[in-house]
């Protein structure tokens, strides 16, 4: 029983008015054509699943709220986005967006539809009940925060789309015993290759390098537009790309409450396996963001070389030049994580307002990193903005 000094979902709901039931529960597992439903009613039996076309389903819940005081649903994130979420709430239904899972708890080897929107309605039974581990709901973005986050993943496809093309040209080459120099798609490099190759061969290259052209234009223009946006001065090292990807990716930094949220979201933390007296750590979870994941170890890298006097990079110089003298390369990498992990959790501080870059000992020029670390810029270097300390 619940403490009356607690509330849970299922008090929070509004007084029983005219309305016949108090509660109804919805499970949907959402497809593109059709939408295959189990509904509960208060705390009565979950019904025989039901088979909507989407307009007819959004039709049927709208009479679903005029038949409760209170109606909750939940399906699975997927490729279709939020859309269905902001529909079902704009008629009141409370909705939530829920981590997919696989439903077969007990092995069975049977998955349909109907069992999975009966699990969902299972589950969403006794979140409802109070029993917030029952789902994982998804934070929703607002409709600014995702077609932000859009223009990055559709820049991340496009580099893919290029990296693919390229493989695919040199594996095309290899076959018939010649070899591309890197990046061969480009035009100078392309041009030179028609002397070198088969005309055979030259030929069925044309038509990738055309499509890997386009593709790298396209990605250019996009990561000029992400850069573009970045109007505040960042850390030497981190970069407008990387800012803005983190920016784009998290939404909302004031979302997370405290440092072990924001480094579970990147699945930067260890895995556990205790029991009883045993306490075993291993790899990190890698369980989270897997593109914000990507973005921190790439920037941990950098910042060891351009961020000598951040705090992160400071109390593992000592054990990264032994690791980098032996040859260590398994060290390496561990110690790369850990600095990954805690410089999300610097940066989550600083753009909540907790902490600032002189704190942690973060340079925000790009000179003066070289010069600490007794170099100095070339004129390249020089001439860079604050602003755009280093390539992403």
């Known amino acids: 029983m619940i403490p009356e000094n607690i509330s849970s979902p299922a008090s929070q709901a509004a007084p029983q008015g005219l309305k016949p039931h108090r509660l109804i529960k919805l499970g949907v597992d959402v497809h593109w054509r059709e939408h295959v439903v189990v509904r509960q009613i208060d705390g009565q039996a979950p019904q025989p699943a039901q088979r909507f076309a989407p307009e007819a389903f ?7 709220v005029q038949q409760a005081d209170v109606v909750h649903c939940c399906y699975e994130a997927g490729p279709f986005g939020f859309v269905l979420h902001r529909r079902l709430e704009r008629l009141g239904v409370k909705n939530l967006v829920v981590r997919p899972r696989n439903w077969d708890e007990y092995g069975k080897k049977v998955k349909t539809d109907r ?3 009966l699990a969902l309605v299972s589950c969403l039974d006794r979140y409802v009940a109070g029993n917030t581990e029952a789902l994982t709901s998804i934070r929703v973005p607002t409709e600014a925060e995702e077609q932000a986050r859009s223009v990055t ?8 789309h290029r990296k693919r093309l390229a493989a695919q040209g040199l594996g095309c080459a290899r076959y018939y015993g010649h070899d591309l120099p890197e990046e061969w798609w480009r035009a100078k490099k392309f041009a030179a290759l028609r002397a070198e190759l088969p005309e055979f061969l030259f030929g069925l290259l044309e038509g990738l390098q055309q499509i890997a052209l386009l593709a790298h234009e396209q990605l250019e223009t996009l990561s000029a537009a992400i850069e573009a946006a970045q109007a505040e001065e960042l850390p030497t090292g981190l970069g407008a790309l990387t800012a803005q990807i983190l920016d784009r990716e998290i939404g909302d930094w004031r979302r997370f409450k405290n440092r072990r949220q924001i480094a579970s979201y990147n699945g ?5 396996r205790s029991s009883g007296e045993q306490r075993r750590r291993g790899a990190v979870t890698k369980h989270g963001n897997p593109r914000v994941r990507h973005v921190l170890i790439e920037t941990s890298w950098r910042l060891q070389h351009f961020q000598p006097d951040y705090r992160g990079v400071k109390k593992r110089r000592a054990a990264l030049d032994t690791a980098k003298r032996k040859g260590d390369q398994a060290t390496r990498k561990k110690l790369c994580v850990g600095l990954a992990r805690e410089f999300i ?3 989550w501080r600083i753009r909540t307002g907790r902490t600032t870059t002189e704190k942690l000992g ?3 020029s790009w000179p003066a990193a070289y010069v600490l670390r007794g170099k100095q810029p070339g004129p390249a270097a020089a001439a860079a903005p604050a602003t755009q300390p ?3």
């Open 58 to 64: 959004v039709a049927w819940v709208a009479k679903q």
């Open 268 to 272: 930067l933390v260890p895995s556990e």
């Open 362 to 364: 973060l340079q925000m």
């Open 115 to 117: 069992r999975d929107a």
């Open 345 to 347: 959790v610097d940066w």
């Open 390 to 392: 280093a390539a992403a």
């Open 153 to 160: 993943r559709q820049r991340e496809q496009m580099l893919e």
